[in-house]
């Protein structure tokens, strides 16, 4: 059974960093596109962050410049550094990979608010 498992959301003030880690049990996750999704309440998923499995990345606008997704297939888990935090980034973000199939993590919690 394949199993995405996200970690490190947290209640952080406006301006402070978080990284999210998600952990795969998934033998094709060095050649899935692996990506970062939320959820913020009253609106529909959306993407904030890929990386296909040659490294080619894809970040929502209102990201960049903050955020990097970064990938270890030594250890099948996807990263996601935010930093300069923002209200709006408040939300719950979701694990996605893709190869074939799809699969979605259970989601984990980041509220920025002071």
């Known amino acids: 059974q394949v199993q995405l498992v996200e970690s490190g959301g947290d209640l952080v003030q406006p301006g402070g960093s978080l990284r999210l880690s998600c952990v795969a049990s998934?033998?094709?996750?060095?050649?899935?596109?692996v990506g970062w999704y939320r959820q913020a309440p009253g609106k529909q998923r959306e993407l904030v962050a890929s990386?296909?499995?040659?490294?080619?990345?894809n970040y929502a606008a209102s990201v960049k410049g903050r955020f990097t997704i970064s990938r270890d297939n030594g250890k099948n888990t996807v990263y996601l550094q935010m930093n300069s935090l923002k209200p709006d980034d408040t939300g719950v973000y979701y694990c996605?990979?893709?190869?074939?199939?799809?699969?979605w993590g259970q989601g984990t919690q980041v509220t920025v608010s002071s």
């Open positions: 996605n990979t893709k190869w074939v199939k799809e699969y």
């Open positions: 998934l033998n094709s996750f060095s050649i899935s596109t």
């Open positions: 990386m296909t499995r040659d490294g080619t990345l």
